[in-house]
Structure formats: structure tokens, C-alpha cells
């Protein structure tokens, strides 16, 4: 099975070769102007905002985030939907996210990033994870669509997608709710931005 | 008399009618409380033959990177930490964890642990690579150390 790794933060060869070694055959890399090839790897461009209004000026061929901070940067799900393709949550959304804001989420179909950097961050503050309880909770009953992925800026942080789906498993999330993560949301998400990939 | 007959006959009807309605009803709230009893049986059924499941052992293969060299105590003691503060001692303790075998000349290594905590050792390596730097590459997960050793290539076919 191929996976896609949704957010690469570098282009280092070392990362490269390691996401060739781990079976993924997709890289959304933060940073490239345009669709290109390297170790087996297909890269595609990838824009990530705090704010909504920088996204809407960028290049229409690249995959457009918006971090989430709080229950406030959804306020708008439609407007977020027409703009956005997915949306990234911070160690604070994972914390103070509300029911009703996970809610607008399924209910308009905007897909979820959750970055295993600030799943981590957010576990160290040792405080009751609100957001990644509603939001496990959603994808369990409501099929919310999630996107896992690491993150990686070196080459120990590409972890191999058996670990990650281990790490799903632990939060709760089994079975095929744990692969669709690696796998086909987030090529939903590039089919929406109009590459058509098959893995 | 006819009209006698008449009244017996429409009694009749009636009476056979309410009780075609009362078994039907009656029926329906039985089958819903057969149903329940079953779903309930079955689950307690499902969970006793969960605990009853014999836990065996599992042989972790995997392949490691480190800029450092590393011994084996030193890596298990690592495994150990994270695993700990990730899921505390008395899952620790449960999950019996050892790491067999680390060659640091082809970079591989096994680890033993008890079958159902197989996703939370392969969590506690990916928090280890993600803090220590040691890339690991899992390989293989085997019910024997013979293959386990098979697989690392520590030992010909």
C-alpha cells in the first residue's frame, strides 16, 4: 500500500529518501511553487495560513491550509470551504475546540489536519484535550475526515505510517478509520485541488 | 334466537380480534426483549472469550539509524522510558518488554513483548525517534524468535 504524507516542511535528500524507503509516493511540501518529481516522489505545493484572506490570493494549483487556532477561525464554514481544502489544527485548537465547531466541520465536509507535533505539544500541557476528544468522537460517529501525518522538517521526524497508525489506534481510532487518514483523504483533498493521482 | 346467535357471533369476533391485537403486541415487546438478552449475552460472551485469550509473546523486527552508537540496555532502558511515560508502569509491566537482540554492525534489532500491546510499543518507538533522533524502521512483527532472526538476517535460511 502507497501512502501521501500531507505536510513536508523540507526538502532535504535525507527525508526523501526516507518517505521513498516507507512506502509513500505523495509529499505535499510547504514551500514549492509547482508539481514536481524527486526519489520516487511525487511533490506537490502546499500553502499553510493563519489567516483566510492570504489563502484566497494564492496560486489555485497549490494545496491551501488554514491553521486553526481557536472555535473562531470557523466561524464561516462556507466561506472556509470555498477557499480552504483542509484545515490545520494547532496544540490550542486540539485543547479549547468546541462540539458545534467540530459539528460545522462534518457538517461542511472541510477535512482535518492533525499534526503529530502538536498532538505532542499538546499532550505535555497535561490538560484535558477537548478538541481531539470531539473530534475523535466525530470521526468515530460522524465520519469526520482527518488527515494524520508528522510533519517532518528532519529526517528522524519522518515516522513510518505502521507507527502512525499505531498511534490512531491508541487514540481510539482503528481499523480502516485509522488508514483512511494516510491514504485516501488526503487524496480526496488533492482530487479537490484537481491532481489526479492513483495510488 | 337469531338475534341471540347474532350477539354470540359479534362477541366472539370482538373477543378474537383483541387478542389477535394483545399477542401482537406482546409478541413484539417479547422479540425486543429476546434481542436485547441475546446482545447483551453475546457481549459478555465476546469479553469473556477476550480475557480468556491466551497472550502471547511477539517478536518486534527493526531496522535503526543513530548517529551515536548504542548498546542494547541503553536502548531497551529508552523503549522503556517512553513507553512508561506514555502509558505508566503498570502497563509497563504488563507489556514485558525486552530487546533481544540489537546489532549495531547491520543496524537491526528485535524487540519481545506480549501480542496485545503491539501498537503501544510501535507509539512508544515513534516518540523515541521523534525526541532521541534514532530513526527506526520497523520490519517485521513474528510469533517466533527464529524467524524474528530469519528476518533481521542475523541467521541464514
Redesign the interface.
Known amino acids: 500500500m502507497k501512502f501521501i504524507e500531507f505536510c513536508l516542511m523540507s526538502l532535504d535528500k535525507p527525508i526523501l529518501g526516507n518517505l521513498s524507503k516507507y512506502n509513500y509516493k505523495v509529499a505535499i511540501v510547504e514551500g514549492i511553487k509547482k508539481l514536481s518529481r524527486a526519489n520516487d516522489l511525487i511533490l506537490i505545493p502546499r500553502i499553510t495560513r493563519t489567516n483566510i484572506e492570504d489563502l484566497k490570493v494564492a496560486p489555485k494549483n497549490m494545496v491551501k491550509v488554514l491553521k486553526v487556532r481557536s472555535n473562531d477561525d470557523i466561524k464561516d464554514p462556507i466561506r472556509l470551504r470555498r477557499i480552504a481544502h483542509a484545515i490545520s489544527l494547532t496544540s490550542e485548537a486540539l485543547l479549547r475546540l468546541g462540539r458545534k465547531s467540530v459539528e460545522k466541520l462534518y457538517n461542511f465536509d472541510i477535512p482535518v489536519e492533525l499534526p503529530l507535533k502538536s498532538l505532542l505539544d499538546a499532550m505535555e500541557s497535561q490538560k484535558y484535550l477537548k478538541g481531539l476528544v470531539n473530534i475523535i468522537k466525530a470521526v468515530l460517529r460522524k465520519n469526520l475526515e482527518i488527515i494524520f501525518t508528522a510533519c517532518p522538517s528532519k529526517p528522524n521526524e519522518v515516522i513510518h505510517p505502521v507507527m502512525l497508525i499505531s498511534i490512531l489506534e491508541e487514540l481510539g481510532i482503528t481499523g480502516t478509520y485509522a488508514l483512511k487518514p494516510l491514504t485516501l483523504t488526503p487524496l480526496r483533498v488533492l482530487r479537490s485541488v484537481g491532481y489526479v493521482i492513483h495510488v | 334466537m337469531f338475534t341471540i346467535l347474532l350477539a354470540l357471533i359479534v362477541a366472539s369476533l370482538a373477543i378474537s380480534v383483541i387478542s389477535l391485537i394483545y399477542t401482537a403486541s406482546v409478541r413484539s415487546k417479547l422479540r425486543i426483549l429476546l434481542m436485547s438478552i441475546k446482545a447483551r449475552t453475546l457481549k459478555s460472551y465476546i469479553k469473556s472469550l477476550e480475557e480468556r485469550k491466551k497472550v502471547r509473546r511477539r517478536y518486534l523486527v527493526f531496522e535503526f539509524i543513530s548517529e551515536e552508537s548504542i548498546e542494547r540496555h541503553e536502548f531497551e532502558e529508552l523503549v522503556k522510558r517512553y513507553f512508561k511515560e506514555?502509558f505508566g508502569s503498570v502497563e509497563l509491566t504488563k507489556a514485558g518488554i525486552s530487546v533481544v537482540i540489537l546489532d549495531k554492525k547491520i543496524c537491526k534489532g528485535i524487540i519481545k513483548f506480549n501480542s496485545i500491546y503491539?501498537?503501544?510499543i510501535?507509539?512508544a518507538?515513534?516518540?523515541l525517534?521523534?525526541r532521541n533522533?534514532?530513526?527506526?524502521?520497523?520490519l517485521r512483527t513474528t510469533g517466533t524468535l527464529k524467524k524474528a532472526l530469519r528476518y533481521a538476517k542475523l541467521v541464514k535460511k
Open positions: 506514555l503491539r501498537s503501544k510501535l507509539t518507538l515513534a516518540l525517534q521523534i533522533g534514532i530513526i527506526i524502521h520497523p
